[in-house]
């Protein structure tokens, strides 16, 4: 016995920047980010902040479920960083909805979900939650060198969030990890200590990609955990409703649906609007579905997601309510 997903919610921060905004700062247009990303605008947080927009989420989220703050067992965050260092954005977002429960992150990069819905799994096995909530939220454009064009209008803001019941609906889970930083990585705070010899390594706090190579990794990735993930429940492309897939690029959806011979509208996206909101892009597609009543008691879905680390992970859950 480990969960079903009883409720689902995100919010997205009011800013929208569409491509043309960075026409005008940057040697790049609409169309080569149309056509090789898929990606018109993407939202990023202006007035607001990062916490403010995870705890919209996961009251939204908890609302949904009809779960009570009271009634949580655990606040799990997945996130790149929250506001603070310390304390964690789960803490603060447990401040914000009012709960008691123990709350933390983690940081799987854009793989959080599902690392947090294996950690989640881990828990209501071990019989020490009835409750528990995750949210992905990401302020990717604090990261972003806004004059790097291979980098920057790939990205955007955003939260998701899962209320989870002690339940049957997982089906199936997988994550796994490569411990690989050189193709994808955003470099920490300068070690200002006075006493040692400076690091004089290029440490600016930005995303820094090698998207070939990304592109690479991420198609065989997610077409081979697909792969594995069907062939171990014995099932058969068809019998997925929805295929919810880590939104990077449009590209990558496509080669992923081209393999699995399912039509367009199996593979949902928000990419357009946007852009890859790292953790935060699974369970926000999940939330436009559920709010959508897309999705119906019994269907299957198939999560698969990729990131920093080169870090994936692929879950089988099936709608319970
Ligand atoms: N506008 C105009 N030209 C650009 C831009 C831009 N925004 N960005 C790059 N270019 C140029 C390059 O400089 C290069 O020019 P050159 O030929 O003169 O050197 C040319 O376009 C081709 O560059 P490529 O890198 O070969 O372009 P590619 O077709 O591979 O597309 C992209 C780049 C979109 C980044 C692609 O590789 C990609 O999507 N990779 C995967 C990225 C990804 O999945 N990231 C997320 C990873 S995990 C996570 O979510 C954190």
Known sequence: MSFFIAGTGSAIPDLTVDNYSFEKILDTSDEWIT?????KTRK??????????????????????????DELDLIICATLQGDYIMPSLACLVQKDIGANCPAFDINAACTGFIYALDLADSYFK????????????EQMSKFLDFSDRSTCVLFGDGAGAVALKKGDGLKYIDIAAQGDFEDLYISGARNNMPFADKNTENQNGYVKMNGQNIFKFAVSTVTQDIKKALKKNKLKSQDIKYYLLHQANQRILETSQ???KEPSDKFPKNLQTLGNTSAASIPILLDELNRANKISKGDLLLLSAFGGGKTAGTAIIQWSY
């Open 258 to 260: 081209s393999f699995l």
């Open 126 to 137: 071990a019989g020490k939650a009835q409750n528990i909530l995750i949210i992905c939220a």
């Open 35 to 39: 056509t090789r990303t898929g990606i």
């Open 44 to 69: 990023f947080i202006s007035d607001d902040n990062l916490t403010k927009i995870a705890s919209l989420s996961a009251q939204n989220a908890l609302d949904n479920a009809q779960v009570s703050k």
